[in-house]
């Protein structure tokens, strides 16, 4: 089981599409996914068409308790899901007291640590502990960015948690790479930012790009990411396209 993190401290930057359209790329390829909603708003849970009111238990009941994980199939063979509702904010002052506090995502997904090739998760905007706890469970760590709301200092703070994490509890966590969404080609502002990003990180920075397509929002309405709904848009192909050179990034590790 491999563990990809996807997070950002910025909101709205495209993490949970990813995530929705990632995990869903690999399963079309045969991989045996799970994809985890560890964001109280629930928004992933929404991306594969389930109303997070009628979410029963979440990622954070099994951190808490070592309840079974609440798994549910989404549409696609291979892809599960372990949805979320705002009921998953209690856990963070709950954590907050107990010894090793972030280490309890690890222990919640070591229970399917051999139902899956790759497990996904899908952050909230914080560096709260349940980010944290993702980081801390992450092999690999994608971070979704718009060149141009890139505020130097808000990948600074990531990079230190990063860093932290590795230093203190995670050292085989390993960043992946940088990938640019919402990319709009049209303006020079716009085509001058991405290129000084791909400058200042090299090759950090994913070659395939993500452009601001109204699809990624029909298909979150709709409950499918568009990798499922519209497969031959160049929205999914996009996606399918990040999704093959992140799975060379993590297998020549
Ligand atoms: N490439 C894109 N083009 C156009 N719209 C997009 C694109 N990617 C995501 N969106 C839309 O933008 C909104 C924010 O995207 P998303 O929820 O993936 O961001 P996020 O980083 O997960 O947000 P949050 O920080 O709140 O969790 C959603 O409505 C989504 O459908
Ligand atoms: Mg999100």
């Known amino acids: 089981m491999y563990t990809i993190c996807v997070t950002n401290q910025k909101g709205g930057v495209g993490k949970t ?47 808490l308790t070592g309840a079974p994980l609440p798994i549910l199939q989404t549409s696609l063979a291979g892809l599960d899901l372990c949805p979320s509702n705002r009921t998953l904010a209690d856990i963070e002052p709950q954590l907050m007291s ?28 914080t560096l709260g502990l349940l980010t944290v706890n993702c980081l801390t469970a992450a092999n690999a760590l994608l971070v979704p960015v718009i060149p141009a709301l890139l505020s130097a200092a808000g ?23 940088v990938f640019v969404t919402f990319s709009d080609t049209r303006t020079i502002a716009a085509r001058e930012k991405e290129a000084e990003l791909r400058e200042d990180l090299g090759n950090l920075v994913f070659t395939t790009t993500i452009s601001r397509r109204v699809a990624h929002e029909y298909g979150a309405q709709a409950g499918a990411p568009v990798v499922l709904q519209d497969p031959s848009s ?15 990034r993590v297998s020549a590790k």
Do not use: W
């Not at 995530?19 to 629930?42: E, M, S, Y």
């Not at 506090?101 to 690890?106: A, K, Q, S």
């Open 17 to 63: 599409t990813s995530v929705a359209n990632r995990a869903a790329a690999f399963a079309k390829r045969g991989f045996r996914v799970l994809a985890v909603d560890a964001d109280p708003q629930g928004s992933l849970t929404l991306c594969y068409g389930i109303d997070p009111m009628d979410v029963a238990a979440t990622i954070g009941d099994t951190m």
């Open 98 to 125: 107990k010894v090793g506090r972030e280490r309890f995502l690890v222990r919640a997904l070591h229970q399917v640590r051999y139902s899956y090739n790759f497990v996904f998760l899908d952050t909230p905007p």
């Open 155 to 177: 990948l600074r703070d990531l990079l230190t948690t990063v860093g932290e994490v590795r230093d203190g509890i995670n050292e085989d966590l390993r960043l992946a790479g």
């Open 234 to 248: 160049v929205a999914a192909q996009e996606y399918c396209a990040l999704a093959q050179e992140v799975l060379q």
